[in-house]
């Protein structure tokens, strides 16, 4: 199972992302931390690699993986959508049990049901952008 897919829409937005915003070793980097409506949120900021941290690219798309966080997203896939509405880059998780009504976060299936918030309580505007 690979670390992380990148979309061919994430893969576009993502390089031109980085070449208008990112120095020579940026890349969107990816984390996740206890807090969020559903148990853990997602972090995503354009940055260099830290120490213990995986790369994945795809073309000229980075996408620099926590390496705190690496069991989590392992087997993600990060998506572009540009939605009227709810434009950003977007995580599919296989390894979440549910999502919150933003999709900033998410519930893990392997820590027990209902540790965080239900569907849609307390979720914030927007998505991972």
């Not at 937005?13 to 208008?20: H, M, P, Q, T």
């Not at 206890?34 to 795809?58: F, H, S």
């Amino acid at each position: 199972m690979a670390l992380i897919e990148i979309t061919d829409s994430a893969q576009e937005k993502l390089a031109y992302l980085l070449a208008s915003k990112g120095g020579p070793d940026a890349g969107l980097r990816l984390a996740v931390r206890k807090g969020g409506c559903a148990g853990w949120q997602y972090e995503m900021n354009v940055a260099g690699p830290e120490a213990g941290d995986v790369t994945v690219e795809r073309g000229d798309a980075r996408v620099i993986v926590a390496a705190d966080s690496l069991e989590r997203l392992r087997g993600c896939e990060i998506d572009y959508s540009d939605d009227l509405t709810d434009a950003g880059f977007k995580i599919n998780n296989p390894k979440a049990r549910r999502a919150c009504g933003c999709g900033t976060s998410f519930e893990p299936e392997d820590e027990p049901e209902g540790s965080g918030a239900e569907d849609g309580e307390a979720c914030g505007p927007g998505g991972a952008n």
